[in-house]
């Protein structure tokens, strides 16, 4: 089975899109394998050796969430065109998918998320959020507009890339036929409480 990686930032449906392809049968790591390590230093592990950045998660067909903010680690594998692009040479099957969420929704969503957004962001220096910026709404909206960019640029006129939007009701079919897998689930998971 083809990997499925997902590009989509914090607070962008990545849970729900990982607790979907569970429900479908696939082996998720979502920003964690518990008891090796957060899935962007596992990338980064091999990655700088020359090696597959997924050799160490070999036994996950799917990676809902990449990026890493917390405990000392700073990484987000999904702004990173080297090691995206020493994905697709390891694995040229593999399947992107960015989950695409309104960037005004998004930059809300995170600053109501624990302290992402309130402080995390705003004290690391963040590919395309340099240090200092990040706590205001007009800097996180700036950010997301420009992974979106990136991200749409990369792959551009890719077979295997797909970008869908999170509040799309026809968002499952999409990836569904995308993936050649049926999504038996479709829901919200680990929303903000205020999001209900």
């Known amino acids: 089975r083809a990997k499925v990686l997902n590009l989509g930032l914090p607070k962008s449906g990545t849970t ?3 607790q979907a392809l569970k429900h479908a049968g696939y082996r998720v790591a979502d920003w964690r394998v518990r008891g090796r390590g957060y899935v962007g230093a596992l ?5 700088f050796l020359g090696k597959d950045p997924l050799g160490k998660m070999a036994r996950f067909d799917a990676f809902s969430q990449m990026d890493i903010i917390r405990d000392g680690y700073n990484l987000w594998p999904q702004m990173d065109y080297g090691l995206l692009t020493t994905i697709r040479e390891f694995h040229p099957t593999a399947k992107f998918l960015l989950s695409y969420r309104e960037p005004e929704a998004l930059s809300d969503s995170m600053l109501r998320w624990s302290n992402l957004g309130k402080r995390r962001l705003k004290i690391h220096a963040v590919p395309g959020l340099p240090l200092g910026y990040g706590s205001d709404n ?9 992974h979106y960019r990136f991200v749409r640029k990369v792959f551009e ?3 295997n890339f797909l970008e869908y939007d999170m509040t799309d009701a026809q968002a499952p079919q999409k990836i569904s036929a995308f993936l050649g897998h049926d999504l038996p689930w479709w829901g919200r998971a680990n929303a903000n409480a205020e999001e209900g």
């Open 138 to 146: 007009l800097h996180r909206v700036k950010w997301i507009e420009g």
């Open 157 to 159: 006129g890719d077979p």
């Open 43 to 47: 990338m980064y592990a091999n990655y």
């Open 16 to 18: 729900t899109l990982g």
